[in-house]
């Protein structure tokens, strides 16, 4: 983003955030509407790219935006409730996910926006889609004591972002049929008790 957008005020700076998030949530990057985001924002084209650079520009803040607004809900969340951060990578996935869900509840396009993001097929832009994602999930799960597994941390994270992708997206489809809120949220975390349960235990029978 251009250093103008710093400086602006923090309503006008909300509103355009929030444009961009209700237009890339429910459409996309490809399929969004920089004209749409305008009209949302209240602002003119011109006043728009004061601010920004290139509609790939604002996508990508707006992104990166919407992940430190949810990892620091997480973490802030697991403090307040543990003190400490689990030390095991399985719990804090629980943990997390916990917390997680009522942010998703609360902010669907802003989840939408994150989900719709894994679908993006536009090469260097996937890759730094990618490094938005990975450095804020370094910034939560980085320090875990992954040394008792049987796989190295990097295959551990890997699985674990798969995780992550695989219930976002269910979320989004439990909400949309309407079931209502203590459902979604059972329905969401059933799905990480069964898949941490998968991998704590293994899939063989002992």
């Known amino acids: 983003m251009k250093q103008t957008f710093d400086h602006l005020n923090r309503e006008k700076k909300e509103r355009v955030i929030g444009a ?14 920089t004209d749409r985001i305008i009209k949302l924002a209240g602002i003119s084209k011109g006043g728009l790219y004061e601010y920004i650079e290139s509609k790939e520009d604002l996508y990508l803040y707006t992104l990166d935006s919407i992940y430190t607004e949810l990892y620091d ?3 802030s969340g697991i403090r307040s409730g543990a003190g400490d951060m689990p030390a095991d990578m399985l ?3 629980h943990r997390a996910a916990e917390e997680a869900v009522d942010y998703y509840i609360a902010r669907p396009e802003a989840l939408s926006l994150i989900v ?17 994602f990975r450095d804020h999930f370094e910034k939560l799960f980085g320090d875990v004591d992954a040394s008792s597994y049987a796989c190295n941390r990097e295959r551990l994270f890997d699985l674990s972002s798969w995780i992550l992708q695989k219930t976002r997206l269910d979320f989004l489809r ?16 059933g799905n990480w008790d069964f898949y941490l349960s998968v991998l704590r235990k293994g899939i063989y029978e002992s």
């Open 73 to 75: 809900h997480i973490a």
């Open 116 to 132: 719709k993001a894994a679908f993006v097929y536009d090469g260097p832009l996937v890759d730094r889609i990618r490094k938005i």
């Open 174 to 189: 439990e909400f949309h049929k309407g079931d209502g809120e203590e459902s979604i949220r059972r329905s969401y975390l």
């Open 91 to 93: 719990v804090r996935l």
């Open 20 to 33: 961009a998030v209700r237009e890339f949530g429910r459409y996309g990057y490809e399929k969004g509407s």
